[in-house]
């Protein structure tokens, strides 16, 4: 009910709308911004969202998702973010977008795996097969396996993920992964631009 309340209105403000699963969803000037009402547990903590799907509130902690990633940036020497950028870039380049997660289970999906890199390259190696490590069992068994958010660990980014586009995911993972590897390990500079590029796009590192 509060969401349709609140679309109801940001329509008399913006031409176009659509509800998510806990957000509405604006167009501003070419940019779809995400809309989320909120009511705080406490100070500082957690809050009450509503979740259109199960029909009840649930909880989110953006003040801890912010506080993990300003951590794990810090940790990793600036890396995390960074990485998190390419690895978005990445993502969008897939062919399909059943392969192309959300880009908060992205976040923490690199968040878990991306290690103490010393490069930007030695990061997306350990974390293509750090992914696909972990969760790379998981392929085709119709499950999707909680993923904890990093700012708020009772909560699972996973949760709307489907057993098929789960799937897909990993099959790009895991031809990322040796892809990646074998760029890292080319003693021929030319030949590990050619295959970064293949990731990335054909503008990786001109």
Do not use: C
């Not at 176009?16 to 995400?34: F, H, M, N, Y």
């Not at 998702?65 to 940036?73: G, L, M, T, V």
Request: charged letters at 25%.
């Amino acid at each position: 009910m509060v969401l349709s309340w609140l679309q109801g209105v940001l329509d008399k403000y913006y031409s176009e709308t659509r509800p998510q699963g806990r957000s509405i969803g604006i167009s501003a000037k070419g940019v779809w911004l995400d809309i989320v009402p909120g009511s705080p547990v406490y100070k500082d903590g957690p809050l009450w969202i509503p979740d259109r799907d199960a029909k009840e509130w649930v909880q989110s902690h953006p003040k801890g998702q912010i506080s993990a990633a300003s951590e794990k940036n810090k940790s990793t020497d600036g890396y995390y973010v960074q990485t998190v950028k390419l690895m978005k870039s990445w993502r969008d380049r897939l062919p399909t977008e059943k392969s192309k997660p959300k880009s908060y289970i992205l976040e923490t999906l690199v968040h878990q795996t991306i290690g103490l890199p010393t490069s930007h390259a030695r990061a997306v190696v350990s974390l293509l097969e750090g992914i696909n490590s972990s969760y790379g069992f998981y392929r085709g068994s119709g499950m999707v396996p909680t993923i904890a958010d990093p700012g708020f660990a009772s909560v699972n980014v996973a949760k709307r993920w489907s057993s098929a586009d789960f799937d897909a995911f990993l099959d790009q993972v895991k031809s990322a992964a040796t892809t990646a590897r074998q760029a890292l390990d080319a003693t021929d500079e030319a030949e590990s631009r050619k295959l970064w590029r293949k990731l990335f796009g054909s503008t990786f590192g001109a």
